[in-house]
C-alpha cells in the first residue's frame, strides 16, 4: 500500500568529487524509494574550475542539482565558511527540505550542518564517530555530530563514539560505509583502464594522491616532491597521480605536481569519475598518500596502501594500511618491500567499514521518518 503521506525530502549537500562519489549509492537508494523524494546541492569544490568543475558529472550521471552554493577556495577558509553557511540557509529557505544529508568531516558539510540546526532543519549525518586528525576534521566531524538528529555510523566503533558523545541511542545507526556498496562492481575493468591510459599495467603502477595537512604551501609542496620521489625511487614503471582536495595548502602540492606535468612517467589528472579512480585503485600495486579512499575503499580489492603524515591519524584500518612519516627514505623502503614482494602484494583482509549494502539501509532507515520523526530539539543524553 503506499504512503497517504507525502515522500520525505532529503538534501543532500555535497562539496567534493570523492565525497560524492562515497555517497552515491545513498543517493541513488533515496531516489529508487517512493517514501522519499532525493534533492542536491552542489557547493565547494563542484563549482571550481581548477579542480575540474564536478558539477557537471553530478549531472552527467542523471542527478539533478537543485541548487548551487559559491565556496571560495581563496582567502580565509572561516571567511569562506561563514558566507557559504548564510547561502546555505538561503538555499534551504528555498528548497525546504525536511532532512538535511551530509557526510564526514569537512567545512562543507559542517557549514550546511550549521545553516541547517539553525534552520531548524533535521540533519543526517554519515560516519559520524570516525577518528581523523586532518587540518581541523576530527573537531569538525564532531561538532557536525552534535548539530545532527540522525546517525549513521560506518563501523560499530564509531557508533560507540557517537554515543559517548551524548547522542540517545535510538537514532545512531551502525551501517558501515556507502562508499564500499558495489564497488567491486563498479570499478572500470582492467582492459577499459588500459585503453584509456596506454602503456599503463596493472600491478606495476603506483596511484599517488595527496591532501595537505598543513595551510603553509612551501610545506606541502615540498612533501609532495619527496612522496613523488620515494615512488620513483621504488620503480614504478608510471605513477597515476590525481590532485588534492582544495583545503588549505592544496597550492604547494599543485604546483609540485605541474611542475612534472610533462614528465613520461606520470599521469597526472585534476579529477576522475569514480568508476575509473576505482579501475586504478583496483589494478595498482600500491596506492600511496593520505586519502580517505585508501582507509575506506582499497581494502575491498585487498590493494597495499602507504599512508603517509598524519592526516588520517586515529583511523580505524584494515590490515593492507602502513603508516609512515613524510620521511622520502622511510617511504621508499616500504614501497620497495611491496614492489618486490608478489606474493604479498595482495591483502586478503576484511574492510573494517563494511561489505557493502549501507546505501539502501540508510534510505529505509530514512524512509521510517515519514511516520516516526525525531524532535528537532537536541537534549544530550547524560
Keep these: 500500500m ?14 567534493t568529487r570523492a565525497e560524492f562519489g562515497l555517497m552515491k549509492p ?8 517512493r517514501e522519499l523524494r532525493l534533492r542536491i546541492i552542489a557547493t565547494g569544490m563542484h563549482l571550481d574550475r581548477a579542480h575540474g568543475y564536478t ?16 565556496w571560495s577556495s581563496a582567502g580565509n577558509i572561516g571567511d569562506a565558511t561563514g558566507r557559504a553557511i548564510s547561502g546555505l540557509a538561503a538555499a534551504f529557505e528555498k528548497i525546504a527540505p525536511d532532512v538535511v544529508l551530509v557526510v564526514g568531516d569537512r567545512v562543507e558539510p559542517f557549514a550546511a550542518a550549521v545553516a541547517a540546526h539553525l534552520s531548524h532543519r533535521l540533519v543526517a549525518h554519515v560516519h559520524g564517530g570516525d577518528r581523523a586528525a586532518g587540518q581541523c576534521d576530527d573537531s569538525l566531524r564532531h561538532a557536525i555530530t552534535k548539530l545532527s538528529h540522525l546517525h549513521f555510523a560506518a563501523t560499530a566503533s564509531s557508533a560507540r563514539r557517537i554515543l559517548r558523545l551524548g547522542e540517545v541511542a535510538q537514532w545512531v545507526f551502525d551501517v558501515g560505509s556507502p ?20 602503456g599503463l599495467k596493472p ?42 582536495n582544495n583545503d588549505p595548502g592544496a597550492r604547494g602540492i599543485i604546483a609540485a605536481w605541474e611542475r612534472h606535468r610533462r614528465d613520461a612517467d606520470l599521469v597526472i589528472e585534476r579529477s576522475l569519475p569514480r568508476a575509473v579512480f576505482l579501475g586504478l585503485m583496483r589494478d595498482a600495486a600500491v596506492l600511496v598518500g593520505n586519502s580517505s579512499s585508501g582507509i575506506i575503499e582499497a581494502a575491498s580489492f585487498g590493494t597495499p596502501v602507504v599512508d603517509v603524515g598524519p592526516r588520517q591519524l586515529g583511523r580505524e584500518c584494515s590490515r593492507n594500511v602502513v603508516h609512515c612519516s613524510y620521511d622520502t627514505a622511510e617511504i621508499a623502503g616500504i614501497l620497495g618491500r611491496i614492489r618486490g614482494s608478489r606474493r604479498g602484494r595482495r591483502s586478503r583482509c576484511r574492510n573494517v567499514y563494511g561489505q557493502g549494502g549501507a546505501g539502501d539501509r540508510i534510505a529505509d532507515i530514512l524512509a521510517t521518518l515519514v511516520k516516526r520523526r525525531p524532535s528537532w530539539l537536541k537534549l544530550i543524553a547524560y
Design 2 to 15: 503506499p504512503s497517504r503521506l507525502r515522500p520525505l525530502s532529503v538534501c543532500f549537500v555535497t562539496g
Design 26 to 33: 545513498v543517493l541513488q537508494a533515496i531516489q529508487r524509494h
Design 55 to 70: 558539477l557537471k558529472q553530478i549531472r552527467k550521471e542523471g542527478f539533478t542539482v537543485d541548487a548551487t552554493v559559491p
Design 179 to 198: 562508499g564500499n556498496d558495489g564497488i567491486v562492481e563498479l570499478a572500470e575493468p582492467t582492459g577499459e583502464i588500459v585503453r584509456r591510459y596506454p
Design 203 to 244: 600491478g606495476h603502477y603506483a596511484v599517488l594522491v595527496l591532501h595537505p595537512a598543513l595551510p603553509d604551501v612551501d610545506v606541502e609542496r615540498r612533501r609532495a616532491e619527496g612522496v613523488l620521489s620515494a615512488c620513483r625511487k621504488a620503480g614504478f614503471e608510471r605513477i597515476v597521480i590525481v590532485y588534492p
